[in-house]
């Protein structure tokens, strides 16, 4: 696994707990050259409402603040 890769997954491991607690989760499926990452919304996070503001919030602000070279943050949803 990438030392990026790495990172992002310490970042969503701080997140998880929040997520649990809704009946939620994230996955991360991949970052490619350009430090674009993909993430997976998946259980309760995956059809909620508030999920987008879970995202830009919550998720991607702790991905940028840690690693701020990453590019762009992209949700997929089951």
């Known amino acids: 696994m990438s030392e990026i890769n790495q990172q992002v997954e310490q970042v969503l491991e ?3 707990p929040y997520l649990h607690a809704d009946g939620g989760d994230v996955e991360l499926v991949g970052v490619n050259q350009e430090l674009d990452v993909v ?3 998946t259980g309760a996070c995956s059809t909620c409402s ?3 503001m879970t995202m ?3 998720i991607e602000e ?3 603040r840690a690693i701020p070279n990453i590019g762009k943050i992209t ?3 089951n």
């Open 50 to 52: 508030m999920s987008d």
């Open 39 to 41: 993430l997976r919304l």
């Open 56 to 58: 830009t919030a919550g």
């Open 62 to 64: 702790s991905l940028r």
């Open 75 to 77: 949700a997929l949803k």
């Open 14 to 16: 701080s997140m998880r």
